[in-house]
């Protein structure tokens, strides 16, 4: 399985398999979706932060929306889809915050890709 979320571009992550997998274990359990899934809010707040250069830094964004996120995240379906995509048991806490920060980069993406922001990489030539 290697798509990609809607507006997602592929930009900060390689692999959106481990989010799929929560989704999939969600609709499973529950017979429905659920979150977190990246809002027009987010993006607004996430517009607000680089605007008043609360956080220009990739890292610093991530981390911001991921523990937003981390709230919303369910730990049944999380502890399924990990234990799916790792081939084992890990760690709860640890399963739920990849599945958060994957939605946090997500939402990076869209807002890369809508033209909120502009993703640069220094270690690239002319960025």
């Known amino acids: 399985m290697n798509h990609i979320p809607f507006m997602a571009s592929g ?17 499973e359990l529950k017979g429905e979706s659920c979150g977190p899934i990246p809002s027009s809010d987010d993006l607004k707040e996430l517009e607000t ?10 890292g610093v964004l991530i ?3 991921s523990k937003k996120y981390l709230e919303e995240i369910q730990e049944t379906p999380a502890r399924i889809a990990c ?23 997500w939402l990076i993406e869209i807002a890369d890709n809508l033209g909120i922001i502009s993703l640069k990489f220094a270690w690239r030539k002319g960025a």
């Open 11 to 27: 930009k900060i992550v390689n692999s959106y398999e481990l989010l799929y997998k929560y989704y999939d274990a969600c609709r």
């Open 49 to 58: 932060l680089v605007k008043q250069q609360e956080a220009a830094n990739l």
């Open 63 to 65: 981390d911001h929306f």
């Open 83 to 105: 234990k799916s995509f790792f081939g084992k048991e890990v760690d709860t806490v640890h399963c739920m915050t990849k599945i958060a920060q994957l939605v946090a980069s």
